[in-house]
């Protein structure tokens, strides 16, 4: 059972949308909303799995408001304007729906959210996962070895990948979230926006700092708890 919220300022739409949901027997509706101020309060007091959000509301607009989202759950877009889609999915929404949309393609969306959903919650064995992926380097695949990785810097549309192996980082078109779920089933740790590092490498945790012997990484306040979880496994 996947949990959601509703967010839409027009009352029509927003009564037609809880309807589709609750025709969907692995969907449970926790909270309808008007705007994004009242999806913020819902996501604070329940734990939502997925929103299905509007674009064009009065204040903070759809997509603001899943910009300013920490560690967002998966979202699927209902809007009238077409022209947000590219911004949409570079927001790494499940889908786009244009209104009107009609009951086979709210079910499609619904259905890959789903799919979605699964694979996250399935447990995979780590001797099932490779140690290794490859990465665009100026259009050539290079092999990157998850054993080698110390730690990895984004930078906008780009990260830099440090390995034990070589001072020269591997520099990759590719977004920080993206190569995180390349590391899922690994002992890796988001430290900061910008950094994600291998616990095996962390030598010392200072109160706003994680050191990998000589080198010494930012420490967010909202990353803090997650680090300390991953090394003490």
Known sequence: MMKCIAVDDEKLVLDLLVDNIQQMPYLQLVKRCRNAMEAAEALHAHDVDLIFLDIQMPGLNGLQFLQSLKHP?????????????????????????????????????????????????????????????????????????????VYIEGMKDYVKIYLDNTTKPVITKISLKAIQEKLAGFRFARTHKSYIVAADKVTAVKRDLVCLGGLELPLSESYKAAVGDMLTL
């Open 73 to 149: 759950p998966k979202v699927i877009l209902i809007t009238a304007y077409p022209e947000y889609a590219i911004e949409g999915f570079n927001l790494d929404v499940v889908d786009y729906l244009l209104k009107p949309v009609s009951f086979e393609r709210f079910l499609k969306a619904c259905n890959k959210a789903l799919e979605l959903h699964r694979l996250q919650q399935k447990p995979v064995a780590k001797e099932d996962l490779p140690d290794y992926f490859f990465v665009y380097v100026e259009y050539i695949q290079v092999k990157v070895s998850i054993p080698a990785i």
